[in-house]
């Protein structure tokens, strides 16, 4: 499915969100607090737009591995690096829950709207304590479901009516944007995923809530001791 919608996965998103996304990346890669030192890894990279927003921030990070399934993605994504991630972003095809790095190789992870697509979410967070080093930082970007009535409700009818009718119109894929608001309602509450991160060896974890709480940012640290 992903692979089929690659070539219009960034228009989509951009127009979907009315343009929104680009805000949230932000605001993910400034919550790593990065000093222009570190390696990061995007899993779930996509098309590489988080981890693009780790090279570009104002302490851009020295190296981003990104590591995805989809291998049209992927493609997308080599196309967009261009001059500013020449040797500074790798894209590896791989697996959330089986990440092809050693163990605490990495200073800091981030997710992009990937996480509630993993078969196994509770290992995809324990490969990534894994990966990361002790104090390692987490930044993953999620949707969510607005607590306020009234745009709870807009958003409900958003989702359900009017998303899958432009993503189909404008990816000519008849399941992948019924799929997503059919995976934002199986994905776990944010006080579930909160205490999934805790279990697999998370610290200092909280749940931020965007744009109405229809998006939520949470940051984590990699326990001393998992």
Same mark, same amino acid.
């Given at each position: 499915?992903?692979? #089929? ?52 921030? *104002? ?5 981003? &591995? ?5 291998? $049209?993605?992927? #493609? ?7 001059? =500013?991630?020449?040797?500074? =972003? &790798? ?8 990440? *092809?790095?050693?163990? $605490? ?37 999620? @949707?969510? &479901? *607005? ?5 709870? #409700? ?7 009516? &009017?998303? *899958?009718?432009?993503?189909? $119109? ?5 399941? #992948? ?15 579930? @995923? ?33």
């Amino acid at each position: 499915m992903f692979d #089929a919608i690659a070539h219009r996965y960034d228009f989509l998103n951009h127009v979907l969100s009315a343009g929104l996304d680009i805000r949230w990346r932000r605001r993910a890669i400034a919550s790593l607090a990065l000093t222009g030192r570190e390696r990061v890894l995007d899993l779930c990279t996509g098309t590489a737009d988080l981890a693009i927003a780790a090279l570009t921030a *104002p302490q851009p990070a020295a190296r981003v &591995v990104g590591v995805d399934f989809a291998g $049209a993605m992927l #493609a997308v994504a080599r196309t967009k690096i261009g001059p =500013i991630g020449a040797g500074r =972003i &790798v894209l590896v095809r791989g697996d959330a829950t089986r990440i *092809p790095l050693a163990d $605490a190789s990495v200073d800091a992870v981030t997710i992009g709207f990937g996480i509630r697509n993993v078969d196994d979410p509770a290992l995809a967070c324990r490969e990534m304590v894994r990966v990361l080093r002790p104090g390692g930082r987490l930044a993953i970007l999620e @949707f969510g &479901v *607005p607590r306020a009535p009234v745009f709870g #409700a807009l958003y409900g009818w958003y989702l359900a009516h &009017v998303l *899958p009718r432009i993503g189909r $119109a404008l990816s000519r894929h008849d399941a #992948a944007y019924s799929y997503l608001p059919a995976s934002i309602d199986a994905f776990a509450i944010p006080d579930e @995923f909160v205490k999934t991160l805790r279990q697999s060896g998370f610290g200092d974890v909280s749940a931020g809530r965007l744009t109405f709480g229809s998006v939520i940012l949470y940051t984590a640290r990699r326990l001393t001791t998992p």
